[in-house]
């Protein structure tokens, strides 16, 4: 069945009455949204719940997921230790999406820390300690979040709904996360003019179920608003966004400096895909989009029976770039044309960056569906006399000395000055970065997108 509803929940431990010892009642609006929501579960009697927790193992450059058959843990840590939290893992869910992430090239998996303690990680286990009063009958899939952008969380949340799809689990997805936690003076973090700032902009989203608007979020901004939750919420956004929602904002409040806000998320269906033979896609991109499932699925290379006169009488170099969910498969050009016409050219790019890029394994079917082609046609290069001649946006630089030479493409995501632009051109050259005896190149390019 997949992916059937998501959740958005915070994760106060003061909310338990054991630890709360009565203070819990302030917050009886989350209190009482936390009894909805867990009822929302229950009714959707899933076999899995997948959970996303910001005080699960985290890394930076890395989603882990919690290995092994279960975990267990109290509330020790709150002065309750008799409040105790256990939960069997779904194994076989975990190591498909492990599986499915390492063959896309996707940083995500179950490496890293193997304890099975949840001690220490109350966004798992405030939120299991609320829903196992309404359901008990699932298994648990637990993940963390890292230090990668928005846009990635997002692509995980759809390569996990996938693998849901897949496998045909019946899975709710509880997004844990608190709102920003620099609410008030008298609070315990303080207060942040983001802090407000950021509550009323999440809940607003929220309200309109518009969940794209998550990615738009500025993470300066994230940072100053002490948020928890976002990166959370950005996952379960991938997970569902594909589906036909009908959704419910259930609270939110900040009696005590902290943001608590719930929402629910139930899939009525999915949203039909145009396929992409009916899209109108840039000829240039879908030349090289033939041209690798050609050669990817027969191993011939794809021979066009008529070919724009444009891409014909032109010869150009030319970029071919492979991205799946957001991570670069494959990318291989020509800086001058060495085929008879532009055509040619991104044929021929496009089979060698699909199977021959030497940092990646061969592209297989199974991937295709999955994959975004960029291409790119550049100008003659022409020589530079100092770095004042470019400009990370317009141009493309190469730098050489001797039969050394690196080149790089401009308007790149995370190369915002020229000197970064340098620094790495002269790294895939092998020169070092503190070289200036280098004659440098600028280029144009056309993007097709």
């Known amino acids: 069945m997949g992916i059937i509803a998501g959740v958005i929940v915070p994760h106060p431990p003061i909310a338990v009455p054991e630890i709360g010892k009565g203070e819990e009642r302030a917050i009886q609006r989350t209190l009482d949204s936390y009894r909805e929501a867990a009822e929302f579960i ?19 450059d890395y989603f882990h997921i919690s290995p092994g058959k279960g975990a267990r843990g109290s509330f020790a840590r709150f002065r309750a230790p008799q409040v105790q939290i256990s939960a069997e893992y779904d194994e076989e869910l975990a190591e498909e999406i492990d599986r499915v992430a390492a063959h896309a090239h ?23 300690y609320f829903i196992n009063q309404c359901y008990k009958n699932y298994k648990l899939v637990r993940i963390g979040l890292s230090g990668l952008d928005l846009n990635l969380h997002m692509r995980f949340g759809e390569l996990i709904s996938e693998v849901c799809d897949k496998l045909g689990r019946k899975v709710v997805f509880v997004a844990s996360g608190d709102l920003s936690h620099c609410q008030k003076k008298d609070g315990p973090y303080g207060l942040s003019p983001e802090g407000p700032e950021y509550d009323e902009k999440l809940m607003q989203v929220l309200e309109s179920g518009d969940l794209s608007k998550l990615l738009k979020f500025d993470e300066g901004f994230l940072e100053k608003a002490q948020e928890c939750g976002h990166r959370s919420f950005c996952i379960m956004y991938g997970a569902i966004k594909d589906k036909k929602i009908e959704h419910k904002v259930l609270s939110h409040e900040a009696t005590f400096g902290v943001g608590y806000g719930f929402a629910t998320f139930e899939v009525k269906g999915s949203i039909k895909v145009e396929e992409k033979v009916n899209k109108e896609e840039d000829p240039y991109v879908a030349l090289a989009r033939k041209s690798v499932e050609s050669y990817v699925k027969t191993g011939k290379y794809y021979e066009p029976e008529s070919i724009p006169e444009e891409m014909e009488q032109k010869r150009a170099g030319a970029f071919v770039s492979i991205h799946e969910r957001g991570l670069l498969r494959g990318c291989i050009g020509t800086i001058a044309p060495v085929q008879q016409n532009v055509a040619w050219e991104i044929i021929e790019n496009a089979v060698s960056a699909s199977t021959r890029d030497p940092r990646f394994d061969p ?30 946006k317009r141009y493309g630089v190469i730098v050489q000395k001797g039969m050394r030479r690196g080149l790089l493409l401009p308007d790149l995501d995370g190369v915002d000055t020229v000197e970064q632009q340098l620094s790495i051109a002269k790294q895939k050259a092998g020169i070092s970065i503190y070289d200036e005896d280098v004659d440098l190149f600028r280029f144009e390019v056309v993007r097709h997108e």
Do not use: C, K, W
């Open 42 to 60: 229950a009714r959707m009697e899933p076999e899995t719940i997948v959970l996303t927790s910001p005080h699960s193992m985290m890394y930076q």
């Open 106 to 128: 996707f940083p995500a998996g179950t490496m890293g820390e193997m304890a099975a303690s949840l001690d220490t990680d109350h966004g798992t286990t405030v939120p299991l």
């Open 363 to 392: 592209i297989g079917p199974e991937e295709l569906d999955a994959l975004e082609i960029n291409v790119d046609i550049l100008s003659e290069a022409e020589p530079v006399a100092s770095p004042a001649e470019l400009d990370v």
